[in-house]
């Protein structure tokens, strides 16, 4: 398994494999993205960890909305370098870490 991290207020786009762009159609299925209830705090900004299947290499996250079209907004990011799980661990010992208990749901795209 492979993570990452993301704040509340983005959300996950498209998604790479090996072979390319996830194809539904190739791959019979959607890729395995999960939230995972257990988040950190930093600078009052909850960003949540995220797992996702070996066979992905790339994510592109990008903002839910747009908050104004007159400023600089990030429109994507593409993270290419994904977290095993002893990076995660590391990042959470050196972190304001927390629990969230709510209804989490797998991220489908």
Not at 28 to 46: G, M, S
Not at 79 to 106: D, F, P, T, W, Y
Request: proline residues 2%.
């Amino acid at each position: 398994m492979k993570y990452f991290f993301l704040s509340e207020d983005w959300t996950v786009g498209r998604v790479w494999a090996s072979d390319g762009l996830w194809q539904v159609a190739a791959w019979r299925r959607q890729p395995d993205i999960e939230q995972i209830n257990l988040c950190l705090v930093e600078k009052n900004e909850l960003l949540w960890l995220y797992r996702v299947e070996d066979a992905i290499l790339t994510v592109e996250v990008k903002p839910k909305t747009l908050i104004d079209t007159t400023t600089q907004v990030i429109g994507q990011v593409v993270l290419k370098r994904l977290m095993s799980a002893e990076q995660v661990i590391e990042r959470l010992g050196s972190a304001e870490a927390r629990c969230q208990l709510q209804n989490i749901h797998s991220v489908v795209h």
